[in-house]
């Protein structure tokens, strides 16, 4: 299971970019200039400051930490106490989407180098949104252009919606937590463009990861 993720890992990273996808990766940059340019981040920055919405900011941060990490880990328990390979596989194919997303979001981060509102301190009147370094690690990778939090939660809903197309409790649930964590970011620690470009990417990233593994499955039934 370890050399087949490592395996799929880079296999998806490049198909992210491969062809058409690159569309996805546009469509992220072109809708944050327009809603840079258009001062709707800026507009949307002083219309969502409000201590009474601390909660949302932090439980965004801590759950777009931390149930990237358990899920995929208990649905690969629950399918070896189960005895269900289709259950595990299903868990690598989930982390590779949380994983790919993640790599693929810190890479612009480490090149756009965009500066992170001011959440936890007194709010500045002064319009920092058009505010990009471009270069190499210029703002690190925790910050900036796109969201990570946004794509890895995206990418790992839109994977579970299409791995169990016919479980609506997963469909609603993996749905609700990808709106909770991209609301979080937008109104905390993110300009709501890094929120919409990560929700691109991320829903790109786990279409290719769940297409990915049907293809497998469709070639090679009997492992799954």
């Given amino acids: 299971m370890f050399r087949t993720f490592l395996y ?14 690159l569309l996805f990766h546009l469509l992220a940059a072109v809708l944050t200039y327009v809603l840079v ?3 709707i981040d800026w507009t949307f920055f002083e219309a969502t400051r409000s201590p009474s919405l601390r909660f949302l900011i932090m ?16 649905l690969y328990l629950l399918g070896e106490v189960k005895g269900r390979g289709d259950l ?3 868990a690598g194919a989930l982390a590779e989407a949380g994983v790919i997303a993640w790599l693929i979001s810190s890479a612009y981060k480490a090149f756009t180098g965009r500066i992170q509102p001011e959440f936890l301190t007194n709010i500045s009147s002064l319009d920092i949104t058009r505010e990009f370094h471009f270069g190499f690690l210029q703002n690190g990778i925790f910050w900036g252009w796109p969201s990570s939090h ?4 995206v990418a790992m809903s839109v994977a579970l919606v299409l791995l169990f197309p016919r479980n609506s409790a997963v469909r609603y649930g993996a749905l609700l937590y990808a709106l909770f964590i991209a609301l979080g ?14 929700a691109i990417i991320g829903t790109l990233v786990g279409v290719v990861v769940a297409k990915n593994f049907h293809d497998r499955v469709a070639a090679t039934p009997s492992r799954f």
């Avoid at 149930?67 to 208990?74: E, F, L, M, S």
């Avoid at 970011?185 to 990560?198: E, M």
């Fill in 150 to 153: 946004t794509a890895v939660a």
């Fill in 8 to 21: 799929h890992v880079p296999q998806n990273f490049v198909a992210s970019f491969r062809g058409y996808n």
């Fill in 59 to 74: 439980g965004a941060g801590i759950g777009g930490f931390f149930i990237p990490v358990i899920v995929p880990v208990a």
């Fill in 88 to 90: 595990m596989h299903k």
């Fill in 37 to 39: 340019v258009s001062g």
């Fill in 185 to 198: 970011a937008s109104i905390g620690f993110h300009w709501l463009s890094d929120v919409v470009a990560g």
